[in-house]
């Protein structure tokens, strides 16, 4: 069987399935009847909120190519994207251009249902990437010892309703952005040879006479496992490459975010982004990685069908990557990057910057894109405008001491 979990907060049931679980791999479990309620929408609509975290920090400027600078080519030499060529990059409008690695996005963008922000930073500004990681996904101004995320900050801050609030988390661990107070489900594809379903069943049977309240998770827990493969392939595949791993999770988050009563927040954390050496330009490792990450976007069109049209994704990196390639024909950590937006609900079609040019008296400490949007205020518009929260609960509790950071408008349509 994959790997499945439910994380409650602190209460006397919650500590007393974790004891429990630990004879099921240390995995947490509850009901889903223990979950609060995420209330419909006032105006009909039935969102859905994604983020995606890409570990090991984007080159945004590979990702989304300023090809109206005129020091574009010359700083990114052999890696640099042009319009030209078997392996064009994609126009977006007269200055950027998107990799050719992502003509999903590209498809999206045309529709008006994805859009770009560029030179966008989260506020940490050195270059670890245990501390970035620990700044984007805390929500926090600074590293430190957070035991929470801002995206489970934002569902305990929604209002209970109807609907099931709880966060789903993919992956063989929570990411932090979804820890904390409120209750997430996890889910991992299926990497690993599952159990046979008899195995399954017996420990269920085993459990109802010795552990009802276990039992009764570990049948939440397959039928998880249920919804996210009903075909082929969902099933693990030998020699999967990182392409192939990010559509699987993306496939089985939207089947499960897709049922009426199913998560309606998501986060996703896709490692191996660091592109120190051979990055590639059109084609080679960062292509590849392109690839997954377009392939996960259309993943989730396809598996949410008519939620499509009600839901938010937002692309995120711990930091950018430096504008000049070094000499391994790679970048090192940088500041300045990319955010991407996909969804229905999205109001696309735009590459959102305040370009700040890429001379070398332009660059941050001479040598990486100045970054000129906070990333806390990409964040806030989407969150604020999709899901109703209100700008004080952004600003003190979502992501904290924030309120300096202007909210973006008009990012949902």
């Not at 890409?54 to 700083?75: K, S």
């Not at 109703?388 to 509790?397: D, F, H, Q, S, W």
Request: hydrophobic share 40%; glycine share 12%; aromatic share 6%.
């Amino acid at each position: 069987m994959s790997r499945f979990q439910i994380d409650c907060c602190e209460s006397h049931t919650a500590r007393g399935l974790t004891r429990r679980s630990l004879l099921l791999g240390s995995a947490t479990f509850a009901a889903w009847a223990y979950l609060p309620k995420f209330a419909r929408a006032k105006d009909g609509r039935d969102p859905r909120f994604v983020t995606i975290i890409l570990r090991g920090a984007l080159d945004g400027l590979a990702t989304v190519a300023p090809v109206g600078d005129p020091d574009y080519t010359g700083l990114h030499g052999s890696i640099a994207l042009s319009l030209d060529g078997a392996h064009a990059a994609t126009a977006l409008d007269s200055f950027f251009a998107l990799h050719p690695s992502m003509p999903e996005f590209a498809r999206m963008y045309k529709d008006k249902r994805a859009a770009v922000v560029h030179a966008v930073a989260t506020p940490y500004r050195e270059r670890s990437h245990f501390d970035g990681q620990d700044v984007l996904e805390s929500g926090f101004g600074g590293p430190g010892r957070v035991q929470s995320g801002w995206l489970n900050r934002a569902l305990e801050a929604l209002p209970r309703g109807e609907r099931v609030m709880s966060g789903l988390a993919v992956g063989p661990t929570t990411p932090l952005v979804l820890r904390g107070a409120a209750p997430t489900v996890g889910w991992a594809p299926p990497y690993i040879p599952q159990a046979a379903d008899d195995t399954a069943m017996r420990l269920v049977n085993l459990y109802n006479h010795r552990d009802p309240a276990l039992a009764a998770a570990l049948s939440q827990g397959l039928q998880i496992d249920r919804i996210a493969a009903r075909d082929d392939s969902m099933k693990p595949k030998r020699g999967m490459n990182g392409a192939a791993a990010m559509r699987l999770a993306a496939k089985g988050a939207a089947r499960l975010m897709a049922a009426d009563d199913g998560p309606r927040i998501a986060a996703l954390a896709f490692d191996g982004w660091d592109t120190h050496a051979n990055e590639g330009g059109p084609v080679g490792r960062l292509a590849q990685l392109l690839s997954g990450l377009d392939g996960a976007l259309a993943e989730f069109e396809t598996g949410l069908g008519e939620r499509w049209r009600d839901t938010v994704i937002v692309v995120a990196t711990e930091f950018g990557r430096t504008a000049r390639i070094n000499g391994t024909d790679g970048t090192d950590h940088g500041t300045g990057t990319v955010a991407l937006l996909a969804g229905g609900a999205v109001n696309g079609g735009r590459v959102i910057s305040d370009w700040p040019g890429l001379k070398i008296a332009n660059l941050y400490e001479g040598r990486d894109l100045k970054p000129t949007t906070d990333l806390r205020g990409v964040i806030k518009g989407v969150l604020r405008d999709h899901l109703g929260l209100g700008e004080r609960v952004l600003a003190e509790t979502v992501f904290p001491d924030s309120a300096s950071v202007k909210t973006m408008q008009g990012l949902v349509a």
